[in-house]
Structure formats: C-alpha cells, structure tokens
C-alpha cells in the first residue's frame, strides 16, 4: 500500500522569508521551542542542516504509535525551495513502512504571499495497512500554521 496526503496553507509571506526557516535547522529549532505537545524534543544527530542531516524527534508521551524516531534530509533544492526528509530509523517504520517522506515545497505566489506545501509519501506493508490511520496531515498543517504565525509577528515587531 502507498500513496500521498498534501496540505497547503498560504501565509502573507514572501517565499524567501519563509524558506529561511523551511530550509535551514532552523524549522526544527522553532517546532521544538513553539510546539512542545506535537514533538518533545528534537535533537541534532549529525549534519549541518544540509542534505545527509539526522534529527532525532522525540514525541510526548500518548502519541499514537510513535515515541521516537530518526529522520534524514535527504534532498534540499534551494532553487525550487523544496526538503525532503525520510524516517531512517523507530518510530514509523517499526510499524510496517517501508517509507515516509515529509516534503516541504515553499511556493512563491506573489512577491508578499507565498504557499506552504506539505506533503507525505509513504509505503506500508500489506500486512500493516491497518496502520494507515497514522498517516495524516495534521501535524504539518499545525506546524504551517505555528511557524507562519511567528514569522508574521516577528515582521510585525521588527
């Protein structure tokens, strides 16, 4: 079993603004400082920020299947502003897949507005597929909505 969930959120930001955080660790420093109750904790393992980094994000505790897990960027096109990252290791793939990518797509649709596309691809053994409920858009939509809120009012006070 395989497929793709998207969700996109346009935000009153330019495309540049926000891949500066989409882009960078800087993603992962900001959901681990604003959002606390989606992931506890979210530790550098190896890497600069560029492709090959490995974050290990650990979830509060009652996250439906998932304590932890290891993910690696493993695309950044600056260009096109678009970061892939994959689960390498626990969390996911201990429960049947083979494959859950997070892409991040910052899409300019004017000089002051621009789009969060997030989307995840994912593989699941036919024998897990009762485990599809677990992929959903939920905590990347929140985490659109969180990050572009604190870039707005970071412009805002600047």
Same mark, same amino acid.
């Given at each position: 079993?395989?497929?793709?969930?998207?969700?996109?959120?346009?935000?009153?930001?330019?495309?540049?603004?926000?891949?500066?955080?989409?882009?960078?660790?800087?993603l992962?420093?900001?959901?681990?400082?604003?959002?606390?109750?989606?992931?506890?904790?979210?530790?550098?393992?190896?890497?600069? +920020?560029?492709? %090959?980094?490995?974050?290990?994000?650990?979830?509060?505790? +009652?996250?439906? +299947?998932?304590?932890?897990?290891?993910?690696?960027?493993?695309?950044i096109? /600056?260009?096109?502003?678009?970061?892939?990252?994959?689960?390498?290791?626990? +969390?996911?793939?201990?429960? %049947?897949f083979?494959?859950?990518?997070?892409?991040f797509?910052?899409?300019?649709?004017?000089?002051?507005?621009?789009?969060?596309?997030?989307?995840?691809?994912?593989?699941?053994?036919?024998?897990?597929?009762a /485990?599809?409920?677990?992929?959903?858009?939920?905590?990347?939509?929140k985490?659109?909505?969180?990050?572009?809120?604190?870039?707005?009012?970071?412009?805002?006070?600047?």
């Open positions: 079993m395989h497929g793709e969930l998207s969700h996109e959120l346009e935000v009153g930001l330019p495309a540049s603004v926000v891949w500066e955080v989409y882009g960078t660790l800087e992962a420093n900001l959901v681990g400082k604003l959002l606390p109750n989606l992931i506890e904790k979210i530790e550098l393992v190896e890497g600069d +920020g560029g492709v %090959g980094t490995v974050l290990l994000l650990t979830f509060p505790k +009652g996250t439906p +299947g998932l304590t932890s897990y290891k993910e690696k960027f493993v695309m096109d /600056n260009e096109k502003r678009i970061k892939d990252t994959d689960v390498v290791e626990g +969390g996911l793939l201990d429960l %049947g083979s494959l859950y990518r997070i892409r797509e910052i899409v300019e649709k004017d000089a002051d507005t621009s789009i969060i596309r997030s989307t995840i691809f994912y593989e699941l053994a036919d024998e897990h597929s /485990n599809a409920f677990l992929v959903n858009t939920q905590a990347v939509a985490i659109g909505e969180v990050i572009s809120q604190h870039l707005l009012e970071k412009q805002a006070n600047a």
